[in-house]
T-cell receptor, first 114, second 111 residues
Framework: EPEVTQTPSHQVTQMGQEVILRCVPI?????FYWYRQILGQKVEFLVS????????KSEIFDDQFSVERPDGSNFTLKIRSTKLEDSAMYFC????????????FGQGTRLTVV | SQQGEEDPQALSIQEGENATMNCSYK?????LQWYRQNSGRGLVHLIL?????REKHSGRLRVTLDTSKKSSSLLITASRAADTASYFC???????????FGTGTRLTIIP
């Protein structure tokens, strides 16, 4: 069964460093998302991406964050200068189309900022 | 209450019993989905129910949706130890696949 894959599974970084989280969505899907989950809290929407551009972003997704689909298969989330409060599990998701279909999530990247 | 709020927050039952979790939401939705998350792991999609549906079944899962009350319930019948996980409801509005997740119910099945 097709699946969304994320790398790395765990990343530890020093505060102020840049990190790039990688995702390979399901190949024929058209909509891509990043969500995050701070430990013990609910899953929060960060950004949606369609047709090679951001379609919606949350308040969390400030100038420190960016997304890119550089080569038609990978979908990346970059955090330019990490803060301690960026420590969380980051999930990538993809959806086939925009008509109420299922979102498939990756296994997540646990980001720890020290 | 928040958009997508589950109750109870935690539930412990004996293996073989049925588990019921509830979710309430605030805004109009296109569909509501239930996900399972094992500790520290990814989100696994369980079932999707559309706004024009009232009940849906998938194996041991039964989901109901009451749009007039803006609520949904997830019933897991004949629970197993492997069902131990956190369960989240997530709503999607019309014209947008962005999901708004609830706070989750932590289900523990006691063997």
């Amino acid at each position: 069964e097709p699946e969304v894959t994320q790398t790395p599974s765990h990343q530890v970084t020093q505060m102020g460093q840049e990190v790039i989280l990688r995702c390979v969505p399901i190949s024929n899907h058209l909509y891509f998302y990043w969500y995050r989950q701070i430990l013990g809290q609910k899953v929060e929407f960060l950004v949606s991406f369609y047709n090679n551009e951001i379609s919606e972003k949350s308040e969390i997704f400030d100038d420190q964050f960016s997304v890119e689909r550089p080569d038609g298969s990978n979908f990346t989330l970059k955090i330019r200068s990490t803060k301690l409060e960026d420590s969380a599990m980051y999930f990538c998701a993809s959806v086939w189309n925009g008509d109420g279909t299922v979102a498939f999530f990756g296994q997540g990247t646990r980001l720890t900022v020290v | 209450s928040q958009q997508g709020e589950e109750d109870p927050q935690a539930l412990s039952i004996q293996e073989g019993e049925n588990a019921t979790m509830n979710c309430s939401y605030k805004t109009s939705i296109n569909n509501l989905q239930w996900y399972r998350q094992n500790s520290g792991r990814g989100l696994v999609h369980l079932i999707l129910i559309r706004s024009n549906e009232r009940e849906k079944h998938s194996g041991r899962l039964r989901v109901t949706l009451d749009t007039s009350k803006k609520s949904s319930s997830l019933l897991i019948t004949a629970s197993r130890a492997a069902d131990t996980a956190s369960y989240f409801c997530a709503t999607a509005p019309f014209g947008n696949e962005k999901l708004t997740f609830g706070t989750g119910t932590r289900l523990t099945i006691i063997p």
